[in-house]
T-cell receptor
């Protein structure tokens, strides 16, 4: 049962353009969402997060949007750079029951930014 | 400031052998989490430990798998009598705490151990 879904296995964009990575979730108890970036042979690196009390969080070139009614979030990278090429994982957690540390990950989207 | 360390990076075992994966958390972190990534899948939570305590092992298979985080030394994920289905990347993460006010503390991941069972 995939509670966090990243339906696009891959995405290719040109340098300087916007990259939009999408994520859907099914568990309505999720109230905290994160994006991690992963290079080959390395562990995931935390990128940005958003709490369900917000609908947008911005950090430099990275913005995450949350649409709770649609159970959908997206990561926008603008402008995209070749160094952004990596696998991006969407993750979620639920604060009820005291287990907010338990992250549920999607399968990831491979972003390729072409020079 | 060293990040999360995992060793070995690659481990090859034959069916029936034991695998021991080690994780040293970031300096100042006393909370450790283990995740497993099967091929073509996302990371899946296995276990959450604090020093000398298992807090949540709900994601760990009931048999053959165990984890510990002793007072001294790294956290160990142990898989006994490995089978081919155990082949995966095992990631360890650490955080300062479990989180506050409903928000989890950021988990920092190690580079992973890639286990191959022949």
């Amino acid at each position: 049962d995939q509670q966090v879904k990243q339906n696009s296995p891959s995405l290719s964009v040109q340098e300087g353009r916007i990259s939009i990575l999408n994520c859907d979730y099914t568990n309505s108890m999720f109230d905290y969402f994160l994006w991690y970036k992963k290079y080959p042979a390395e562990g995931p690196t935390f990128l940005i997060s958003i709490s369900s009390i917000k609908d947008k969080n911005e950090d430099g070139r990275f913005t995450v949007f949350l649409n709770k009614s649609a159970k959908h979030l997206s990561l926008h990278i603008v402008p995209s750079q070749p160094g952004d090429s990596a696998v991006y994982f969407c993750a979620a957690s639920a604060s009820n029951g005291g287990s907010n540390y338990k992250l549920t990950f999607g399968k990831g989207t491979l972003l390729t930014v072409n020079p | 400031n060293a990040g999360v360390m995992q060793n070995p990076r690659h481990l090859v075992r034959r069916r029936g052998q034991e695998a021991r994966l080690r994780c040293s958390p970031m300096k100042g972190h006393s909370h450790v989490y283990w995740y497993r990534q099967l091929p073509e899948e996302g990371l899946k939570f296995m276990v959450y430990l604090q020093k000398e305590n298992i807090i949540d092992e709900s994601g760990m298979p009931k048999e053959r798998f165990s984890a510990e985080f002793p007072k001294e030394g790294p956290s160990i994920l142990r898989i006994q009598q490995v089978v081919r289905g155990d082949s995966a990347a095992y990631f360890c993460a650490s955080s300062i705490g479990p989180g506050t006010l409903g928000l989890p503390d950021t988990q920092y991941f190690g580079p992973g151990t890639r286990l191959t069972v022949l």
